[in-house]
């Protein structure tokens, strides 16, 4: 049994790692760290800050950090040099030499790190990676738009430079393409379009490129849409002229039209059964005494959002 803190207790954690934990019996809940007093009490000891809890005696083996991600390396860092196993929320850094120097420090230490891009466990990537597999494909389209204010409405660290504005959720989309996928994925150019006031875009356009010349995608990522039709997709066209069609975040897949898989219940609900998998692996991990560390996808939006062209909203 693991004893787990969980550090930043806002939106995620508190609507999915905190029931995860508490269903998993592989973990016990045993400190929380937040800077700001929570709107319910709960019964495990409060911390304002990591430091605080490592001066305490409460004792815990392990972190799952859910803060906004500037705050990620450095707590990671302190975690993994005091002896403690890590789970990073995605993305699991600001930038891939951060989460590097996090796996060093963690193999240094004989700890685990693990960087939980919880899309890469929705229901039907397996599914998804196997029909890629067979039968490859010649063009990629992601759409991924929703409403921030509706999911994220006090979260004003997303505009920041160093919040990735509609890469929050849009980096969710290239955790599920680099997963699937069995090939190097690059950017090829970018539009950003940038709210006034903000740093972060709000919507992109994004062209990608592979070894193969031949190969195309593209994406439009939204974190700015008012309207009634929300979408999570990717669609491949295959190189058997089939279309592979996977939806709501990876909860529904179809073929041709035709549905091969669908989780039962679908839409925010999906996370339901992301977050148990994540804990299944991070116990797996800190019991084989290894870490699970992927940059891939950090290091397509970090390009992303070094080169794309910016266009400020008048
Ligand atoms: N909200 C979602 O739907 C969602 C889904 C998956 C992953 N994530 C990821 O989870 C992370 C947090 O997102 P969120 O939406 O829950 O944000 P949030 O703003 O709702 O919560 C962040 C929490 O961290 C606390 N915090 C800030 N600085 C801290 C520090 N130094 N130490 C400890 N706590 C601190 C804040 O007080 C707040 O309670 C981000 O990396 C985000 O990308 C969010």
Request: one cysteine or more; glycine letters at 4%; hydrophobic letters at 45%.
């Amino acid at each position: 049994m693991q004893r787990i803190a969980i550090v930043g207790m806002g939106q995620i954690a508190r609507s999915q790692h905190l029931p995860t934990i508490l269903a998993d019996k592989d973990f016990s809940l045993t400190a929380v760290v937040n800077p700001v007093a929570l709107p319910d009490a709960l019964d495990i000891p409060l911390f304002p800050n990591f430091d605080a809890l490592l001066a305490s005696d409460v004792a815990v083996d392990a972190i799952a950090i859910c803060t906004p991600p500037v705050f990620h390396y450095e707590i990671a860092r302190c975690a993994l040099k005091a002896g403690l196993h890590v789970l990073l929320e995605k993305p699991p850094t600001l930038t891939v030499s951060e989460t590097l120097e996090l796996a060093r420090i963690a193999k240094e230490q004989q700890r685990t790190l693990f960087t939980a891009w919880h899309s890469k466990f929705a229901a039907a990537l397996p599914m998804t990676k196997s029909i890629l597999r067979e039968h490859d494909f010649s063009a990629m389209s992601i759409t991924w738009q929703e409403s921030n204010e509706k999911w994220h409405p006090h979260a004003n660290w997303f505009w920041d430079c160093v919040g990735f504005g509609a890469f929050d959720a849009g980096i969710n989309a290239l955790s599920i393409v680099v997963s699937v996928i069995d090939k190097p994925i690059f950017f090829k150019s970018a539009e950003l379009n940038i709210q006034r006031q903000r740093q972060a875009p709000v919507s992109a356009h994004v062209a990608f490129s592979f070894p193969d010349p031949e190969m195309t995608a593209e994406g439009y990522f939204d974190c700015g849409y008012q309207g009634q039709n929300e979408t999570w997709t990717i669609e491949w066209k295959l190189k058997n002229d089939a279309k592979l069609l996977l939806s709501e975040g990876g909860a529904l897949l179809q073929y041709d039209g035709e549905t091969l898989f669908k989780l039962p219940e679908i839409g925010p609900s999906s996370l339901n059964q992301e977050y148990p998998a994540i804990y299944r692996r991070f116990s797996d991990l800190i019991s084989q005494g290894i870490s699970e560390i992927d940059t891939t996808t950090l290091q397509l939006v970090t390009d992303i959002l070094a080169y794309g062209k910016r266009t400020y909203e008048a």
